[in-house]
């Protein structure tokens, strides 16, 4: 069974209450000068929604002709809530979640439902979190790799991570709002640089700040292949050992820390890929393509499939056993 743990939606009941209620949902739903469709928010952001975004068939049949059987959906970041008021971002992601795990009950054993939190306010985020875990069966949540600037060794989302550990929810964290952004204004760096570089602070925070120690049995899977992490680890292992600045807040190295997260493999190399797995381990890393955006990255199947060296069991867990049984599904 081929799982892709990374691919994205805007789902039609979440478009259809923007367009009954645009100030409720914090957003509305317009064209632009050239005909687009476009999702506007109050915060000024827009978003083009193109058709693949919205049906769930064209989802399922265009991925099934990238070789897979699975999609784990989860709404398109950049329409993420995380500048909203509380109330409109609860609400937005209520619609969202709500609409998702229709969609995954609709299409049961091939689409997989992933929800989101408003993060901006913990308590309802926890709160959010229980209902899904309980009314959805929802087994994962996307989260931002940061919310409002704040990294996630802050005290105050503790209680959120604490709580996921005991629903045995996965998280997988995918950058919105990037560090550095003033300075990545060009070329499209705050993707090709930015994103990976937000992943990377976020990682760091879990583990040098200790989250990842209080929480041993925490599952947090990374988009875009981790970030820098896999391919710094060994200036991260020096400056554990050699700065006390980095040693307050956990006893192990940071080999064992990190070893415990997981990755996707949307890194457009194989060679890179084939690092990836081969560093981090062939049961921590998870087939994800960043489907249906223009960073998609098309054609990964195959490309796993052919990698020398790997076994056929390595190369299974890799296209879908991982994700199998992170999410608790029968593989």
């Known amino acids: 069974m081929r799982i892709d743990i990374h691919s994205h939606t805007a789902p039609a009941k979440y478009i259809e209450a923007m367009r009954r209620d645009p100030k409720s949902m914090g957003c509305r739903f317009e064209k632009d000068e050239r005909g687009r469709q476009m999702i506007v928010q ?4 827009t978003t083009q929604v193109r058709e693949n975004l919205v049906e769930p068939e064209l989802r399922l049949k265009e991925m099934a002709a990238e070789g897979v059987d699975v999609i784990v959906e989860s709404l398109l970041p950049p329409l993420l809530p995380m500048w909203a008021p509380t109330a409109v971002a609860v609400r937005v992601c209520q619609t969202v979640n709500d609409a998702i795990a229709e969609d995954a009950l609709r299409y049961q054993g ?4 992933m929800g989101i939190l408003p993060l901006q306010d913990i308590g309802e ?3 959010e979190l229980d209902r899904i875990a309980k009314q959805h069966r929802m087994p994962a949540v996307l989260i931002p ?3 409002g600037g704040k990294n996630f060794d802050e ?5 959120f991570f604490e709580r996921a550990q005991e629903l045995d929810v996965l998280i997988f964290m995918h950058p919105h709002e990037v560090a550095g952004a003033d300075r990545l204004e060009r070329y499209w760096l705050s993707n090709l640089i930015g994103n990976p570089l937000d992943t990377t602070i976020a990682q760091a ?3 040098f700040g200790g989250v990842l120690e209080r929480l041993p049995g925490l599952k947090v899977c990374s988009a875009h292949a981790g970030g820098y992490s896999p391919w710094i680890r060994g200036r991260w292992r020096h400056g554990h050992s050699s700065r006390r600045e980095a040693q307050g807040k956990i006893t192990r190295p940071v080999y064992e820390y990190l070893s415990r997260l997981y990755f996707d493999t949307c890194i457009f190399d ?3 890929l084939e690092f990836l797995i081969r560093t981090m381990g062939s049961d921590h890393v998870l087939l994800g393509t960043d489907y249906p955006t223009p960073m998609i990255d098309a054609g990964q199947v195959p490309v796993i499939t052919a990698i020398d060296g790997l076994s056929a069991a390595d190369k299974e867990k890799v296209l879908g056993g991982n994700a199998a049984r992170l999410l608790g599904m029968t593989s």
């Open 155 to 159: 005290p105050e989302f503790f209680p």
């Open 42 to 45: 109050e915060n000024g952001r």
């Open 110 to 113: 091939r689409m997989v439902a």
């Open 145 to 147: 790799t940061n919310v």
């Open 270 to 272: 194989p060679v890179s």
């Open 125 to 127: 985020a926890v709160r």
């Open 205 to 207: 925070s879990l583990i």
